[in-house]
T-cell receptor, first 116, second 115 residues
Framework: SAVISQKPSRDICQRGTSLTIQCQVDSQVTMMFWYRQQPGQSLTLIATANQGSEATYESGFVIDKFPISRPNLTFSTLTVSNMSPEDSSIYLC?????????????FGSGTRLTVV | AQKVTQAQTEISVVEKEDVTLDCVYETRDTTYYLFWYKQPPSGELVFLIRRNSFDEQNEISGRYSWNFQKSTSSFNFTITASQVVDSAVYFCALRRFNSGYALNFGKGTSLLVTP
């Protein structure tokens, strides 16, 4: 299965600033997914990033707040803009990979963001 | 709509007890995939199992077993002889057939196994 390197693993940021999270995959993948996990909650999809086109955002998430880049088939970034304490969450990227009995989803190790 | 319901928010058991985590799903697709993930306190997501809608066989892997029943739209997970290391949050998820095939997660069940 694919291996994802996600950076940074954690950060503490001042409100009003922005943080860019990076995910590097060791193989080419069509779709990359970005999720948010608020404290004690489940994973919620922010957007789906397809190489060469604009990301598709879920209801409640907007591009101005969470701009995403997908410059190639192995890399994507998510920026959390103009942060407030409510943005404190774990952010995870994920890819769909494998076929047949190896089919599944791989997740990055997550970015634990605290906004103060 | 595609939806996953994990009605059990928290479960606490004593070590060596058996425990079943419930997952009920809702989908209009005839082909779909279901997953279970474990999230220990360290935060990473650990893949446990995938089941597709064509395969209703139950699965056993060591102390873990899964019961998939299309008739009741359920995909329940049983841990036999639980251990302290099983303490984690367990998520059931359903693969979408839109939005690029992302996963819809249930709210998760927090399992605490005490000695």
């Amino acid at each position: 299965s694919a291996v994802i390197s996600q950076k940074p693993s954690r950060d503490i940021c001042q409100r009003g600033t922005s943080l860019t999270i990076q995910c590097q995959v060791d193989s080419q993948v069509t779709m990359m997914f970005w999720y948010r996990q608020q404290p004690g909650q489940s994973l919620t999809l922010i957007a789906t990033a397809n190489q060469g086109s604009e990301a598709t955002y879920e209801s409640g998430f907007v591009i101005d707040k969470f701009p995403i880049s997908r410059p190639n088939l192995t890399f994507s970034t998510l920026t959390v803009s103009n942060m407030s304490p409510e943005d404190s969450s774990i952010y995870l990227c994920s890819v769909e990979d494998g076929t047949g009995s190896n089919y599944g989803y791989t997740f990055g190790s997550g970015t634990r963001l605290t906004v103060v | 709509a595609q939806k996953v319901t994990q009605a059990q928010t928290e479960i606490s058991v004593v070590e060596k007890e058996d425990v079943t985590l419930d997952c009920v799903y809702e989908t209009r697709d005839t082909t779909y995939y279901l997953f279970w993930y474990k999230q220990p306190p360290s935060g990473e997501l650990v893949f446990l199992i995938r089941r597709n809608s064509f395969d209703e066989q139950n699965e056993i892997s060591g102390r873990y077993s899964w019961n998939f029943q299309k008739s009741t739209s359920s995909f329940n997970f049983t841990i036999t002889a639980s251990q302290v290391v099983d303490s984690a949050v367990y998520f059931c998820a359903l693969r979408r057939f839109n939005s690029g095939y992302a996963l819809n997660f249930g709210k998760g069940t927090s399992l605490l196994v005490t000695p």
